[in-house]
């Protein structure tokens, strides 16, 4: 019934264009990263890295410094994506097989008469549908040589992973049909960890120091247990593997890869010539450093990738009818509070990285406050196209904000909810409300709260939800959480979703055989 009401708007659609002669419907390039912090894009006011590429999009576009995620996990986030809808109604609260006979904004633009693509990460379990063009890494996939899976089968790509995303991306925009509009999607594998940089950025990050966040030191004191119980701390829970140290010779395949697997407590490093053993705060340092020097190199790319790409669309005449969008699919810490990984309701790990360029509409160097989350993408893609958005999708479009128009009943909070507990991480589920002043979080299965007034503390370090002068606040905070809670049809209050298992990504089509192995989760 929705398809061919979809198919008759879209024919529809395209008699209104052309006999009215309007400019035609705009490209969509929407190029996504993995793990990519906010706080690590020179546009968003880095300390730590320049990022001259993104920096070029943003300046010429808009740039939301108010996008989150609803689920701040890989998987979930392109559920979201993909659906417009929050991770309990699109069956991806952790990392579920997606189901993809379910609808998509990938479908609704392909019948509306767009040519669909998608490049590089997916990590969604089943095969990509929506798309006339799909080539996609098994799971997490590798930097090194990936393998990649498409309807013909799976083969390995030589080459660093950022690099052969991005051909096969440019590969698409060259294949495409003059005759339609295209809607691509560039999901990079960077800058997830295990942060393996190319030769020439591990080499050129080597050398570099970079300063430390203001909570590395976080001493976790007057905040629920969670934060403290978590293990996703740079100081205890970076293996040696992320570390990048080298094995004693000798050990045994178990033995060695025991070793690589545990944290260590003490490293011995040449410094100035002489052998220093570091240990304890010295230690965390080293590691918070050697941490920063493989993630931004992997960064690096991803930044060199969104030159590319946008350079090709600019060459080729793509640039003025082509809506180009950089995000990733959540934040991540960065030392932040002594972290690493996201999952946490905090602002490193809520916040998305959003810049949109949009010749046609969007003023240059433009920034945008309003409250957006990455539910608004699909019904933004729809809008852009001219679809009608569904009913059931639970986002909201950002044309108006695009194009310098803020609704007035534009939302002022949103709902959260992380479920993944203990997960690889030990970190607990929980759900919360983020205002434009406040945040308040529920660790449901502790009963434990938070609450942070962010215009006096943005860094999230005094819980204040115990304060007596402020329950008020926390009063009418509670009853927005749940008004939100019940407004997105997130009913159940306590459940406790386990994932099956981590669904990897799909495998070639091959009559019986089941999906793939068991990948590194996150
Ligand atoms: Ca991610």
Redesign the pocket.
């Known amino acids: 019934m929705k398809r061919s009401f979809l198919s008759a708007s879209a024919v529809l659609l395209t008699l209104a264009w052309t006999c009215l002669g309007a400019a035609p419907r705009p490209n969509i390039l929407f190029i996504m990263s993995?793990?990519h912090a906010a706080h690590a894009i020179s546009a968003y006011g880095s300390r730590i890295n320049r990022t001259p590429h993104l920096d070029r999009l943003a300046e010429a576009g808009m740039r939301f410094d108010n996008c989150f995620c609803v689920n701040s996990?890989?998987s979930p986030?392109r559920a979201t994506i993909l659906t417009g809808k929050y991770s309990h109604l699109n069956g991806v609260p952790t990392f579920n097989r997606f189901d993809g006979s379910q609808p998509t904004v990938a479908k609704y633009l392909q019948t509306a008469g767009y040519h669909t693509g998608i490049v590089g990460k997916w990590h969604l379990g089943s095969e990509p549908t929506g798309f006339d063009r799909w080539i996609v890494l098994p799971g997490q996939g590798l930097y090194y040589d990936p393998d990649f899976i498409d309807p013909d089968g799976r083969r390995k790509i030589p080459g660093y992973v950022t690099d052969i995303i991005t051909d096969l991306a440019i590969e698409f925009l060259r294949n495409r049909p003059a005759d339609k509009p295209f809607f691509l999607m560039c999901h990079h594998k960077a800058p997830?960890r295990a942060w393996e940089p190319s030769p020439k950025y591990r080499e050129e990050f080597s050398r570099k120091t970079f300063p430390e966040p203001a909570t590395l030191w976080d001493d976790y004191r007057g905040r629920a247990d969670a934060i403290r119980e978590c293990a996703q701390k740079v100081s205890q829970n970076l293996t040696r593997r992320d570390l990048k140290l080298e094995p004693p010779p000798g050990l045994a395949p178990a033995e060695r890869n025991r070793w690589l697997s545990t944290a260590p407590d003490e490293v011995e490093v040449e410094l100035d010539g002489a052998r220093h053993i570091l240990r304890g705060n010295a230690l965390t340092a080293w590691k918070y450093q050697r941490y920063m020097q493989d993630y931004l190199g992997c960064v690096q790319s991803v930044d060199d990738s969104v030159g590319r790409l946008v350079g090709w669309l600019d060459e080729h005449g793509l640039g003025t009818n082509t809506v180009v969008i950089y995000t990733?699919?959540?934040g991540f810490f960065l030392g932040d509070h002594g972290l690493y990984d996201?999952r946490f309701m905090y602002e490193e790990s809520l916040r998305m990285p959003f810049l949109v360029r949009w010749p046609a509409a969007t003023r240059p160097n433009s920034v945008q406050e309003a409250l957006v989350i990455n539910p608004d993408f699909a019904p933004t893609f729809l809008e852009l196209a001219g679809v009608p958005v569904p009913a059931d999708m639970q986002g909201r479009s950002l044309v108006p904000l695009l194009q310098g128009r803020q609704p007035a009943d534009w939302r002022t909070s949103f709902y959260y909810r992380y479920y993944h507990d203990p997960g690889d991480h030990n970190t607990r589920a929980h759900y919360g409300v983020r205002t434009q002043t406040h945040k308040l979080i529920h660790f449901w299965k502790q009963d434990q709260w938070e609450m942070y007034d962010l215009r006096v503390d943005p860094e999230e370090l005094r819980n204040v939800y115990h304060e007596p002068h402020l329950q008020s606040t926390v009063a009418k905070l509670k009853a927005e959480l749940y008004r939100l809670k019940q407004a997105v049809k997130d009913e159940d209050q306590f459940a406790d979703r386990q994932p099956p298992h981590d669904v990897g990504g799909p495998e070639p089509r091959q009559k019986g055989k089941q999906p793939a192995a068991k990948q590194p989760k996150?």
């Open positions: 993995d793990d996990i890989c986030s997830h990733s699919d959540q996201k996150a």
